[in-house]
């Protein structure tokens, strides 16, 4: 089956330290997305890739890292310096820019 | 940045009823998408627009891409209680590579 997973489903980190969340696609689609979602919120984009060793910033992109080696695989890396990390986090691909996106099942962090 | 405004942001409905709701964007998009969440779990796209004007159905769900492309309307006909869900609103702007989300409907 094609589609989009993200690991693990939960995730608690203590205040201080780095955290890679894992976004892997088998979709053979050319873009990924990172997306954080906030209690009661929408999504707010992180960063994106439209193409291998390419990525751009999105609106939050601050205390956050990314890379894209590979087509299927979108890494997204908690970094120490964002202030609010807790949150539930978002991979999703498309075929391109301007194709609908399709999301995982998402990763709940918790940072204490 | 682009503004994407849902409403209504909660709607409490009997089983049975037809469910209205609707995005309005202070740009032009060329693209609307309707996605619906579940608790913990990620989005599912549920309809896809690309042309104003465009009406397009999946079962139960109607979305609507509205004539003067900054709006967009979903309705559901018929509820049952797997619809409860938040359903978020997204759009995409002339030369803009990414989405703008809605602040979603709860239901």
């Known amino acids: 089956d094609g589609g989009i997973t993200q690991s693990p489903k939960y995730l608690f980190r203590k205040e201080g330290q780095n955290v890679t969340l894992s976004c892997e696609q088998n979709l053979n689609h050319d873009a990924m997305y990172w997306y954080r979602q906030d209690p009661g919120q929408g999504l707010r984009l992180i960063y994106y890739s439209q193409i291998v060793n390419d990525f751009q910033k999105g609106d939050i992109a601050e205390g956050y890292s990314v890379s894209r080696e590979k087509k299927e695989s979108f890494p997204l890396t908690v970094t120490s310096a964002q202030k609010n990390p807790t949150a539930f986090y978002l991979c999703?691909?498309?075929?391109?820019?301007?194709?609908?996106?399709?999301f995982g099942p998402g990763t709940r962090l918790t940072v204490t | 940045g682009q503004q994407l405004n849902q409403s209504p942001q909660s709607m409490f409905i009997q089983e049975g009823e037809d469910v209205s709701m609707n995005c309005t964007s202070s740009?032009?998009?060329?693209?609307w998408l309707w996605y619906k969440q579940d608790p913990g779990e990620g989005p599912v796209l549920l309809i896809a627009?690309?042309?104003?004007?465009e009406l397009t159905s999946n079962g139960r769900l109607t979305a609507q891409f509205g004539i003067t492309r900054k709006d967009s309307f979903l309705n559901i006909s018929a509820s049952i209680p797997s619809d409860v869900g938040i359903y978020f609103c997204?759009?995409?702007?002339?030369?803009?590579?990414?989405?703008?989300f809605g602040t979603g409907t709860r239901l």
């Open positions: 997204a759009g995409q702007g002339i030369g803009n590579e990414k989405l703008t």
């Open positions: 627009l690309y042309k104003a004007g």
């Open positions: 740009s032009i998009f060329n693209t």
């Open positions: 999703a691909s498309s075929q391109g820019g301007g194709f609908e996106q399709y």
